[in-house]
């Protein structure tokens, strides 16, 4: 940076290993507050296989590992110095091509990514889902209670055909993803999708990241809140962004083997200061649910708004408002309710398994963690409740795709996607369990019980949510078994 942005404080640097989950939630992820990690990646794959020497103790990108192993005949790229719309102009190459542009031609070309006047930076490589067999990495214990990854790992986040077919789908079949640029590729600014949280960790090279304060976004935006800054490098117009020299950033340099933590709704640009190679993840969970449905709701109310003319001769209005949402959010109010109430269920199965006395020596922390989750779902679902979206007359006129999607809750038990869902967020705890607590595996007991700490041939855990309810039709039914959940024993 030139010196264009008033920068008031660093971001903390912390010895990772030091950390506890819980001190980490309780100083970061509850607060959101950024952090920079330091010392969880000395295990990781990825810093060997994707790296060779540089000065020093520095790392730089093996390139031609990557050409060998992962030839993927398309990853997504970001021309760094052409815009196209709101973000960089991107468009689609084979990993041969990329990695041809970045080191140039046998006869001499640039080695900085910049051979024909275009910056390229590969971006949201959904590396897990294409190679599943190379563990590059292992996500660190802080980011492993990661709803929105583990949905996408058994769920479609769109059941409507209509909206299935757009090309969101294809970018949001999860939201694990490598990053590969040379020096001085940069990302503009901007908040993650939908208010995730968000972690990246260097496996080389270096970023500069400058971050601004939720409480003070409004500051990056114009008179209208229709356009936001998208460079902080530019001359930024005082007339078009009136608020924007009052804005005070924080900074952070982050070295190789480094992750830092992003949190919810926090504007950052970032600029490569070497040849770069991270891997990012978006996540939420209890502790930012509702930043997503604030997001939703705000994008709503624009998408409405557009339409709002068409009202009185639109067969489905709402119907339409809601595929818009989903096309330019990525999610709308109903993938969103199916999502919660999977959760909700699969929260109500261990809270009830960790109220059993069998498991009096299960701490009260792991209790504590399905009871924020449970509470933070009921929240979320209590503002859903006057929304037009959950009216009666709307409800009946969604697809039949979505209703069953949230509403048979014994058929919901028994799917075979939701199993998977339940048993990977009882194992996103074990951390909290303690040494010496007798787990089962999926594999060994695929039609058991959907708890890993049930160990019960005869578990009636299905009987009892059924008994609280049946039936969820919409937002004040998952309150209700909720309310349920938590008062039940």
Known sequence: MDGRVKVVGQVERVVGESLTYAEFVKRFMAPNRPV????????????????????????????????????????????????????????????????????????????????????????????????????????????????LNTYLDSHPIHRDSDITNHKNEINCSDYRFVYMGAKGTWTPLHADVFRSYSWSANVCGRKLWLFLPPSQSHRIFDRNMRSSVYNLNDDVSEKQFPEFNKTEWLECIQEQNEIIFVPSGWYHQVHNLEDTISINHNWFNAYNLHWVWNLLYEDYKV???????????????????????????????????????????????ELYHIRQPEFATFSTETAHHFVCNLTSIRNVASKMIATEAFTTENLCSISEDNRNAFSNVKQILEEENFRRLSMALSKAYEHDRGQGTCLKSWASDPKGCLSVTCLKSDCNVVDHITSLIYEVCGPEDLVRLIDSALSDG
């Open 303 to 349: 998408a409405k708004e557009y339409i709002e003319d068409i009202r009185d001769i639109c067969d489905d209005f709402e119907g339409l408002c809601q595929r818009n949402l989903a096309a330019n959010t990525g999610m709308n109010f109903y993938d969103f309710f199916i999502f919660i109430v999977r959760f909700a269920l699969a929260n109500v199965i």
């Open 36 to 147: 920079v990690l330091t010392g969880l990646t000395s295990s990781w794959r990825s810093r060997e296989d994707w790296t060779l020497p540089g000065p020093g103790e520095r790392r730089r990108p093996d390139l031609s590992f990557f050409a060998r192993n992962f030839p993927s005949p398309l990853v997504q790229v970001a021309d760094c110095s052409s815009t196209e719309f709101t973000d960089q102009k991107r468009f689609e190459m084979s990993m041969l091509e990329f990695i041809d542009h970045w080191v140039g031609d046998s006869r001499g070309g640039s080695s900085d990514g910049d051979r024909d006047g275009s910056l390229l930076y590969l971006k949201d490589w959904h590396f897990v889902k294409e190679y599943p067999d190379y563990v590059a990495y292992t996500t660190p214990t802080f980011f492993v209670d990661d709803w």
